[in-house]
């Protein structure tokens, strides 16, 4: 389960996006807000199993060999979903998020430590066969 940031949603409002380790995020999502070692970051739209709310959501990989395979589950894990207690889904925060949708998928280019190349031919949205 990841760690409750209600005070500060609570002040805020609703995030535009939730990072890795599940901390609301206000600015719009750029692949340099993730970690420095990162070769390859997706913006994805997961969803609770238990109650169904989505969640826009960052992952990434520090391995430059991972290759994406496209309407695959697989390559972008991001586990429970952002904390969002609600009486209506009791055990939510505790189970693993299901994927629906890449928004966008990034790879670091060679030419520079922060220069990203976005790359559209990954971005999918997912269909309930896709393992």
Known sequence: MRPDYSDITKRLGPPLWWDEYGVPRYDPFKPSMCDVYVKKVALLIVKCQECGREFKVAVSTAFSFYEPTPNKYSWCFYGDPP????????????????PVQVLEYWERGSSGHMCWRRRPEYECVFTEEAE
């Open 83 to 98: 904390r969002h207690d609600d009486k209506d889904c009791p055990a939510g925060n505790t189970m693993n998020s299901i």
